[in-house]
Antibody
Framework: QVQLVQSGAEVKKPGSSVKVSCKAS????????ISWVRQAPGQGLEWMGR????????NYAQKFQGRVTITADKSTSTAYMELSSLRSEDTAVYYC????????WGQGTLVTVSS | EIVMTQSPATLSVSPGERATLSCRAS??????LAWYQQKPGQAPRLLIY???TRATGIPARFSGSGSGTEFTLTISSLQSEDFAVYYC?????????FGGGTKVEIK
């Protein structure tokens, strides 16, 4: 069956960058978009951007423009989300999801930004 | 960006009762509206897409309706496993946006 497995939790310093991976199995990776959604502690869901792996084209929410980069490696069926210039407000669980809307989700990756 | 407003923020319902959740878009999203369920410590789970189509494996007690700017998720008879937070999301315009969520709690 389809599975999205994300990389492990990260602790980062303010001003640094984090790169989270999302490896897909059980389906045709390139046929679907991969979106990234985050959730701050006790808060709702926030859409960050998405990529179409077969085209390599990404779209981003204006809020994250310039700080986020979403890429995909078709050879390993893995998508990546890199967020730079981290600040404390970026502390959140980051999810990847397949398709629009997301029918399969990764387990989430906690990114903690703290000095 | 399109603002999605969910109401109420919290809904207290007894098991076996009906729950009706609302989602309003600040402008038309056609039928490009999804509903998700999220339980503590878990990823969201897709319930409804296209405003009214149940996702694979979703029980028939979940139903969605609406189009344009007004949408409703109805849970016909709440089971214990349905107590959770529910989010709507529009995927008609950029950026995709979520509502703030409705928490369905046990009365």
């Amino acid at each position: 069956q389809v599975q999205l497995v994300q990389s492990g939790a990260e602790v980062k310093k303010p001003g640094s960058s984090v790169k989270v991976s999302c490896k897909a199995s059980g389906g045709t990776f390139s046929s679907y978009t991969i979106s990234w959604v985050r959730q701050a502690p006790g808060q709702g869901l926030e859409w960050m951007g998405r990529i179409i792996p077969i085209l390599g084209i990404a779209n981003y929410a204006q809020k994250f423009q310039g700080r986020v980069t979403i890429t995909a490696d078709k050879s390993t069926s893995t998508a990546y989300m890199e967020l730079s210039s981290l600040r404390s407000e970026d502390t959140a669980v980051y999810y990847c999801a397949r398709g629009e809307p997301g029918d399969y989700w990764g387990q989430g990756t906690l990114v903690t930004v703290s000095s | 960006e399109i603002v999605m407003t969910q109401s109420p923020a919290t809904l207290s319902v007894s098991p076996g009762e009906r729950a009706t959740l609302s989602c309003r878009a600040s402008q038309s999203v056609s039928s490009n509206l999804a509903w998700y369920q999220q339980k503590p410590g878990q990823a969201p789970r897709l319930l409804i897409y296209g405003a009214s189509t149940r996702a694979t494996g979703i029980p028939a007690r979940f139903s969605g309706s609406g189009s344009g700017t007004e949408f409703t998720l109805t849970i016909s008879s709440l089971q214990s496993e349905d107590f959770a937070v529910y989010y709507c999301q529009q995927y008609n315009n950029w950026p995709r946006t979520f509502g703030g969520g409705t928490k369905v709690e046990i009365k």
